[in-house]
């Protein structure tokens, strides 16, 4: 590949710009939303988890909203509380955020992410079954109603 080829294949052209940039602006309207909402203030008839239903137990999302909610106005022991995987997935998104708005800049684009290597995604699998059991357990044998109202509401 030519220089020249690759210093075009590096810019982003307006319209990708342009649509980077309404999604950045979606995103933190989203944001802002969830800063001045609280989730959990909602009924919670509305906000209802598929797997709870069904099985009656929390799903490793269960709290999430919530959890990020409160992370976002600074009670990150709370959010922790909640959903401990909040504060991983926040991070992750703002560094998202912050490379697109970048991108966005500057019209160029960031170098691409290099692709894990096998054991580390075996790593973050058995990661994510291990806090998600924790997160059952977590549930169940200490009083958050805020993670089973749903299952005591029906009598399961």
Known sequence: MS?????????LDAKTRRSRAVALGFVAAT???LVVFDPGALPMNRM??????LIGLPCAFCGLTRALHHLLRGDWSYA??????????ALASLGLFARTAIEVATGRRSHP???PRRAWLVALVALFFVHWAMHIRGAVATPKPE???ERLEHGR
Do not use: Q
């Open 80 to 89: 922790w509380y909640l959903n401990p995987l909040s504060i991983p997935i």
């Open 147 to 149: 993670l089973l109202a």
């Open 48 to 53: 209802t988890c598929p797997f709870l239903s």
């Open 31 to 33: 944001v802002g939303l």
């Open 3 to 11: 220089a020249m080829a690759t210093l075009r294949a590096a810019t």
């Open 113 to 115: 992410l290099p692709c």
